[in-house]
């Protein structure tokens, strides 16, 4: 088929973090596209994922600022919260950026399919409505989608997605999982005033991340009144009459109780009933699907970016990934992406970040490391007279004195460690952050005191 006989340049499936960015980037390198979104523009991070997270992570901060504002000085009356507030305050706001993103396609003349898009073919793609279209290149930016697990009364239990629209405040939360979106809305909803039990298929959390962050995590969300068991991922939940749910975990004798269940054990990559197998599109042991490092799936015409493809989940992986599909293909810049030194963030309570080769990590790869930390008090929290103490980490290339990663557990660790990603991506040593004078009072300041 010639060129100009395809409908399109370009047709993107899924109109999230990644397909956003490679279609607003395609159509300003002059290519004809079209986006289709079976669910809300936007995507997983605007509509129910980073976003509003963030903003309940916000308005679950109140209750402990509120508590330490009489050490300051104020008088607090009549303390109250009201989920239904901030709930739809959230989504409010989603509303606000689900306008925002599909301004911002068409301001860049992206068409957009507000329904489902399945695979035909190497250049074909049908809507939901039926509607048949070609296109030269087709781009599948799906994402992921939460991950079920099989157990009797499992229709009981809610998923990210559905956490975001909760009718009440549950009393008490049983929340399955202790990967990071786990733990956020343990953090969350423990900040709120819910009982919160967080059970597990084995004994760690956060797995990836530096172990003695990890551990300082556990005692003080422990401390915080969060309950974990662990080796115990859920078997049963039961209904009962007053709508209390029974949540029964491997080897208990007792079921927990409680009145919402929420099951945080991963994301599958979003392929189920794409249709990639007309085109030859070949997946992975994971179910995602497999690019080159170019993004270039096992179809030459059908690229993939974003969690999807199970590479690194995070949106500014996924808008790079994006971006750089639209620039090699339609800009004729050979863009690729770098995936050492991505930062990444928990936003529990107190929030954990890192960036580069933990510990162990750089064990393994250097043998010999060098690592300095600092515990400390953070001014706050010895003001409040809360017991919490934050952890810096920094590991050293013994030989050469270049840092290989930092890690962190403190409040706003994930705003410092953003700027100190800088410094581990550019290779500075050790020596460079001594020579660099603190900035005090803060809690940053560690990052230039370790001895
Ligand atoms: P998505 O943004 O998921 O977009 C995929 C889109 O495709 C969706 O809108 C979907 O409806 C649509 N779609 C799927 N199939 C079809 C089809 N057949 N036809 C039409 N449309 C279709 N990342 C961070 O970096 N920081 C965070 O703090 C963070 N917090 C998170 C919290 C939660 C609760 C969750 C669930 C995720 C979080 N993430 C976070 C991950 C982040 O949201 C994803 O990495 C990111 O959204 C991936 O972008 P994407 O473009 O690959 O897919």
């Known amino acids: 088929m010639a060129e100009q006989e395809y409908d399109y340049d370009l047709f993107v499936i899924g109109a999230g973090s990644g397909g956003v960015r490679a279609s607003r980037i395609a159509a300003s390198h002059g290519a004809r596209v079209a986006v289709a979104e079976e669910y809300r523009v936007g ?20 209750a402990e600022e509120l508590q330490d504002a009489s050490n300051y000085g104020w008088t607090v009356e009549k303390m109250h919260f009201d989920w239904p507030t901030l709930r739809d305050a959230v989504l409010k706001d989603v509303d606000r950026l689900n306008d925002a993103y599909t301004t911002t396609l068409e301001n860049n003349k992206v068409e957009r399919f507000l329904e489902r898009a399945t695979i035909t073919g190497p250049h074909g793609v049908r809507l939901a409505s039926g509607r048949d279209i070609t296109a030269k290149y087709i781009l599948v930016a799906t994402g992921a989608w939460p991950l079920m697990p099989e157990f009797e009364g499992n229709e009981h239990c809610i998923t990210s997605n559905e ?24 953090g969350i909803f423990n900040a709120l005033g819910s009982a919160v039990t967080v059970v597990n298929r084995s004994d760690a959390i956060l797995r990836g991340y530096d172990e003695t962050l990890r551990d300082r995590l556990l005692q003080i969300t422990m401390a915080r009144g969060i309950t974990y068991r662990f080796n115990c991922p859920i078997t049963k939940v039961e209904k009962q009459e007053d709508g209390c749910l029974h949540v029964w975990v491997k080897g208990a004798q007792d079921p927990i109780p409680a009145d919402a269940v929420l099951v945080a054990t991963g994301r599958r990559p979003n392929v189920a009933g794409l249709g990639l197998e007309t085109a030859g599109v070949e997946l992975g042991e994971r179910g995602e699907i497999r690019v080159d490092d170019t993004a270039k799936t096992t179809c030459d015409s059908i690229y993939a970016v974003g969690d999807v493809t199970d590479r690194v989940q995070l949106t500014p992986v996924a808008i790079r990934e994006g971006h750089a599909f639209a620039d090699r293909v339609f800009g004729n810049k050979d863009v690729r992406i770098d995936y050492a030194c991505i930062p990444s963030a928990v936003f529990s309570q107190p929030p954990l970040a890192g960036v580069g080769l933990t510990e162990g990590q750089a064990r393994n790869a250097y043998g010999n490391v060098k690592v300095y930390s600092s515990d400390f008090r953070p001014m706050k929290n010895i003001f409040a007279h809360r017991p919490e103490r934050g952890l810096y980490k920094m590991i050293v290339d013994a030989q050469t004195d270049r840092v290989l990663g930092i890690h962190m557990i403190g409040p706003d660790s994930p ?36 001895r």
């Open 43 to 62: 995507g997983t991070c605007v509509i129910r994922g980073c976003v509003p997270k963030k903003l309940l992570v916000y308005g679950s901060h109140f």
């Open 163 to 186: 956490v975001f629209h909760l009718p009440e405040l549950p009393r008490r939360i049983v929340i399955q999982g202790a990967g990071y979106i786990a733990l956020e809305f343990a």
């Open 415 to 450: 705003e410092i460690l953003q700027a100190a990603a800088i410094a581990v991506k550019a290779g500075l040593t050790k020596a460079d952050f001594d020579a660099t004078v603190a900035l005090h009072p803060s809690m940053a300041e560690e990052l230039v005191l370790m």
